[in-house]
């Protein structure tokens, strides 16, 4: 029999989760043969820190479902587990005599993107990819560059020095990150504390010199050359940009292609003699 009240707390817990990006993997028993804990239809929700509202059985068993919707939430692909409750011997989670199969669905926020630098292609970049369903956020230490009205496709424009973004900015395994700012002084203040974030992609505008000038700062202040490896630069696929529109485009569809694991085989840092979206102004 359900129960009305596990039932809405459930429910007023998934809402509440969806509602603030929270990600969160819904866990539900979609089969039960003979002696299990719980029937068809039980619910748990499991959050990334291991907290859960409903249950689906307690004990050895619900500690392998909690396990596997933690991976879940870190792989973003949903799982159906099978548990067979008969020989712990055997590797079994109980003794009941059943056997249980479990739906896990992780349900995350949409992919954000965070656009560091208020200019031409930080406007087209959201643009962009607010169209394409990102969660946009601005950042710019500039107050006349950086504001609501001059980015209505974004859900916050965040004025901060660069050296404060992870620390004004909320940043996960699901943001990507666009650093289109006026120069590399920029780069360099910036760059040290996003690359210590869980950001899953960091991509930089500039040219080839521009590049190694900022890699060449960062290493004299101790960056290391496995964080320096994570940037993307010269940032976006090769379509032969030139305008802030194009640059966007060729940023927006790498991200996009990382996004669905089709990163591109071009190494880390710069590329080639003439990087795409080179022209400072322009950003």
Not at 215 to 222: D, F, N, P, S, T
């Given at each position: 029999m359900v129960d009305p009240q596990e039932t809405r707390a459930f429910l007023q817990a998934l809402q509440k989760a969806v509602e603030t990006g929270e990600p969160v993997a819904l866990c539900m028993v979609i089969e039960a043969q003979g002696s299990v804990p719980r029937r068809a239809g039980s619910k748990m929700l499991v959050f990334a820190d291991g907290r859960i509202v409903g249950t689906v059985g307690g004990g050895e068993t619900e500690r392998r479902v909690i396990q596997a919707a933690r991976e879940a939430l870190e792989d973003g692909q949903p799982r159906v587990e099978t548990y067979r409750l008969v020989d712990p011997a055997r590797?079994?989670?109980?003794?009941?005599?059943?056997?249980?199969?479990?739906?896990?669905?992780?349900?995350?926020?949409p992919p954000q993107i965070l656009i560091v630098g208020a200019g031409h292609v930080g406007k087209a970049v959201a643009e962009l990819a607010h169209w394409l369903g990102f969660r946009v956020l601005v950042t710019d230490d500039r107050p006349d560059a950086c504001s609501a009205e001059a980015f209505p496709e974004a859900e916050a424009c965040v004025l901060a020095d660069p050296k404060e973004i992870p620390q004004r900015i909320s940043i996960t395994p699901q943001t990507f990150v666009v650093l289109v700012t006026r120069g590399s002084?920029?780069?360099?203040?910036?760059l040290p504390g996003l690359l210590q974030s869980p950001a899953r992609y960091i991509g930089v505008i500039g040219s080839r010199r521009r590049w190694l000038t900022t890699?060449?700062?960062?290493?004299?202040?101790?960056v290391p050359e496995e964080a320096l490896a994570r940037v993307r630069t010269p940032i976006g696929l090769d379509i032969g940009a030139e305008t802030?529109?194009?640059?966007?485009?060729?940023i927006l569809a790498e991200i996009v292609a990382e996004l669905h694991g089709r990163r591109?085989?071009?190494?880390?840092?710069?590329r080639s003699p003439r990087a795409r979206g080179s022209t400072e102004a322009t950003a």
């Open positions: 590797g079994d989670p109980g003794v009941c005599g059943g056997q249980m199969r479990v739906y896990i669905e992780p349900i995350l926020p002084p920029v780069d360099v203040e910036a890699a060449k700062a960062l290493r004299e202040q101790g802030p529109k194009e640059i966007a485009l060729s591109s085989k071009k190494p880390a840092g710069p």
